[in-house]
């Protein structure tokens, strides 16, 4: 509101002063003042709020106990895409929407997030159960429970039922593919990072094989795993894209291929690329079939989700623990679901295959053999519930006792990597 107006200045002649204001006409003013301030104050309303991640406390059946958090940008109307994005082994709900990169095109293009978080209680690690039947079968566990949020986002949301999609990380990649297998009918397209197979295991010990080698199975077995994941159905399955790291030693490369195996044959086309891409980040994207499937295999990248710190139109995330600056996956992925609009190919494909090359270590990495007992006494590892995972990399070594044993890598100050067979 403007100030009122300066009284006018003095004049030379006594004659022309203005004279003084009586106290009723003083009182007058003030007051009109007061309703002036206080009818424009309420014009003006209560100030707006930005969006932000917030937890929702309720959602439906909870069978898996997981936690519900929920990204809405500012205005988005009913009938907007979902996309529900799924964290690693140590990581949150929070840290995954700060760094992941999908929070920029959330607001950009216009769709909801939601992300489910896991706890200590149901794994040590704070890993989704991808390895536990009950926690991977329709309509049970931790799968039920995502399944609960997509529907109270629909719900109270208003988002688009046919346009769902959900990606992750790690052992959240490998619960994208829970997810995408056993509610075909939910998810429209989905993103597996540094994941595993739907059903390449049904315990810990097996989880341990399927993370660090190949398992031998064709495709038609990876196909039918899915295809008993829900009985009967006869729609059509989900569009994958999945990444993959090509030094990767805590989900080997082979998992990246299996996936592809997996897939392809589920969607009904061939392991053969129609054509291979190069893009940013030393990565080398292949298409399968009618862009059914994806595989990005990034040449030298370890264990975590691709990001690129950045302005530039194809650039999100932060660099931090398992947030690998080499390129914006949540872009790539974005418009491979179509939220961008579009969903056709984002590279040119070249003629021949992206040669990769294989990442050389300038120091000879420390390697120990031994037992998780011994492990864990000098610091290598640690127990926790009975069992022994590497420290740093948080990699499972199965029970803590003095019979198991396992080849540990050091990669970094106090990180290690299960490394049976590599050293």
Request: proline residues 8%; hydrophobic residues 35%.
């Amino acid at each position: 509101m403007a100030a009122p107006p300066a009284p006018p200045a003095p004049s030379s002649s006594p004659r022309l002063r203005p004279s003084r204001p009586s106290a009723v006409l003083t009182a007058a003013a003030t007051a009109l003042l007061v309703l002036l301030c206080l009818l424009g104050a309420s014009l003006a309303g209560p100030p707006a709020r930005a969006a932000s991640l917030t937890q929702v406390g309720s959602f439906g059946s909870n069978p898996g106990n997981l936690a519900m958090y929920a990204y809405r940008p500012d205005g988005l109307p009913s009938g907007r895409p979902l996309v529900v994005a799924l964290h690693g082994c140590t990581q949150d709900a929070n840290g995954y929407f700060t760094n992941s990169g999908w929070r920029k095109y959330a607001d950009q293009w216009g769709f909801a997030l939601v992300l489910p978080q896991t706890s200590g209680s149901n794994n040590s690690s704070k890993c989704f159960n991808w390895f536990e039947t009950g926690d991977t079968s329709r309509g049970q566990g931790e799968a039920a429970s995502i399944r609960a949020m997509v529907a109270y986002a629909v719900a109270n949301y208003g988002t688009d039922p046919a346009r769902v999609y959900v990606t992750g990380l790690s052992a959240g990649g490998a619960m994208s593919a829970v997810m995408l297998a056993t509610y075909p009918d939910v998810f429209k397209a989905g993103s597996v990072g540094a994941g595993i197979a739907y059903r390449c295991a049904a315990g810990l010990t097996q989880a341990t094989s399927c993370q660090y080698g190949a398992t031998n199975k064709t495709p038609q077995q990876w196909g039918d795993l899915v295809r008993a994941a829900y009985s009967g159905y006869s729609g059509p399955y989900p569009r994958v894209a999945v990444w993959q790291g090509t030094s990767d030693y805590t989900v080997t490369p082979a998992n990246g291929a299996q996936l592809r195996d997996q897939w392809t044959n589920v969607r009904g086309v061939s392991q053969t690329p129609v054509s291979t891409s190069s893009l940013p980040g030393g990565t080398s994207l292949k298409v399968y079939g009618n862009d059914d499937v994806r595989l990005y295999e990034i040449s030298g990248m370890g264990h975590g989700l691709p990001v690129d710190p950045g302005s530039g139109p194809d650039q999100c995330g932060n660099a931090a623990a398992y947030f690998l600056d080499t390129i914006c996956s949540a872009y790539h992925d974005a418009r491979f679901f179509g939220l961008d609009g579009g969903g056709g190919p984002t590279a040119t494909p070249t003629a021949t295959p992206t040669v990769t090359p294989t990442a050389t270590p300038t120091v000879a990495p420390v390697c120990v053999t031994a037992s998780n007992y011994a492990h864990t006494t000098a610091g290598r590892a640690y127990a926790s519930g009975g069992y022994t995972y590497a420290k740093g990399s948080n990699d499972p070594m199965g029970l803590w006792n003095v019979l198991t044993t396992h080849t540990l890598m050091q990669t970094g100050p106090a990180y290690w990597v299960l490394a049976d067979g590599r050293c």
